[in-house]
């Protein structure tokens, strides 16, 4: 085959002891995803990966729109691959990108030359393929400056290749390079944002969710799964925990005052959170919680939350607006599920005046009033966990 892929990944992350890790995790990652799509070897070289059909069957368009979710990845470009040689560069140049060509009126070339061995620099090389491409085309000009499209040529080790689009990828780093953490995935629209901002970051993600049957239905269960498939197209797999929370609810409505109702809730959450974290080896819990959003979410809120648990909790919404949240929600694909309109287990049982300014000691003054231990602990022990795979 001579049309290909190129993987662009960043360089800053690359120094040093991390590169090779870096860079196998990547490959492992991208062959991962693209495992159902045919025959197709991945390898790499001078800082570039190649993603390279071999056979016909491939659609290298379906490759592309995978690994646009492959985090690690900087830009994508599909290429032509032809012999280290200027005619051939040329030919190939005019034949490859003829379609393009016929629809744009103005160009430029620009040229990396990997291979320092080949006989012409960097800006001749961009010059003779320009030129021979006027040749070929009455209707194009050279616009250095603001050209329609650019036509990238690349002389590697072994080949060259040629291309006209980059297409950015999502960046950050592989999934698997930086450690394990455990979301806690709601049915909103913020906790699918947070989750997906700190994978990208090369988090490995379990995730939790509580659940309130009968207060919440089978379809907010539905929902959460949905998301979770959402997620998992970027994240890899993902175990989402189901905790029945409803139990817990109850007690602490029945015994106490109604105003701290939802900041007590949320400390249950973090702590069961907490133990299911241990238990699989993650090393952090994600929120999507954003300051000042609602009560629970004022500085002294969160402080409050916070003393709940001993693990670090990664909250990446915390300045954000809900206009920007949405913003990446749709740009990843889980808004429209977010907004279904099922009912979350925090909306069942909100207090009309919550706290907002809450104190520490008064809230764990409430919780001796609770058997706190014995009912972590049962909900742990009533965990349902869901092994969610990408819907293909
Ligand atoms: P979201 O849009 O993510 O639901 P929210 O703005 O509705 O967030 P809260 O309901 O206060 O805010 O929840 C704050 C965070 O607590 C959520 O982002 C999520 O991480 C976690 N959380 C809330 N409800 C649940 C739940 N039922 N299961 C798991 N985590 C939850
Ligand atoms: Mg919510």
């Known amino acids: 085959m001579d049309e290909l892929i190129l993987v662009k990944y960043g360089e800053i992350i690359l120094k040093g002891l991390n590169r090779p890790l870096f860079e196998e995790k990547l490959i492992k990652n991208i062959k991962n995803v693209i495992k159902d799509l ?142 394990k953490a455990a979301l806690l995935l709601s049915g909103g629209i913020d906790s699918p944002v947070a989750g997906w901002m700190i994978a990208k970051r090369g988090v490995e993600l379990e995730a939790v969710h509580f659940f309130s049957a009968p207060y919440t239905s089978e379809r907010a269960k539905d929902k959460v799964i949905e998301l979770a498939k959402i997620m998992a197209s970027y994240c890899g797999r993902i175990k989402l925990h189901i905790v029945p929370f409803t139990d817990i609810q109850l ?39 954003s300051l000042g959003q609602v009560a629970s979410q004022t500085i002294q809120s969160l402080g409050v939350t916070n003393a709940a648990v001993d693990l670090p909790v990664f909250r990446p919404l915390i300045g954000m607006d809900k206009d920007e949240i949405v913003t990446i929600a749709r740009k990843i694909d889980t808004f429209e599920t977010s907004i279904l309109p099922y009912e979350d287990c925090c909306t069942v049982f909100v207090p009309k005046h919550p706290k907002t300014k809450p104190v520490l000691d008064k809230i764990v003054e409430s919780e001796t009033h609770l058997d706190v231990e014995t009912m972590v602990d049962k909900a742990v022990n009533d965990t349902e966990v869901i092994e969610i795979t990408a819907e293909k």
């Open 38 to 179: 045919g025959k197709i070897k991945v390898t790499k070289a001078q800082a570039t990966i190649y993603v390279e059909p071999l056979n016909d069957d491939v659609s290298i368009t379906k490759v592309i729109e995978r690994l646009k979710k492959v985090s690690g990845i900087v830009s994508i470009s599909r290429v032509a691959k032809m012999e280290k040689d200027l005619d051939e560069i040329n030919n190939k140049c005019v034949e490859y990108l003829r379609p393009v060509l016929d629809q744009i009126k103005t160009f430029k070339v620009e040229t990396k030359r990997a291979d320092k061995k080949f006989p012409l620099k960097s800006p001749e090389i961009s010059r003779e393929v320009g030129g021979y491409i006027l040749s070929q085309f009455n209707h194009l000009v050279v616009d250095v400056h603001n050209p329609d499209i650019v036509v990238n040529v690349e002389v590697r080790d072994t080949f060259a290749y040629v291309y006209t689009e980059k297409i950015a990828g999502i960046g950050g780093m592989p999934i698997g390079t930086n450690g």
């Open 251 to 289: 007690d602490i409505h029945e015994k106490c005052p109604e105003d701290q109702m939802t900041l007590i809730m949320r400390r249950f959450m973090m702590k069961i959170a907490e133990r299911i974290a241990v238990k699989s080896g993650c090393n952090a819990l994600i929120t999507g919680e």
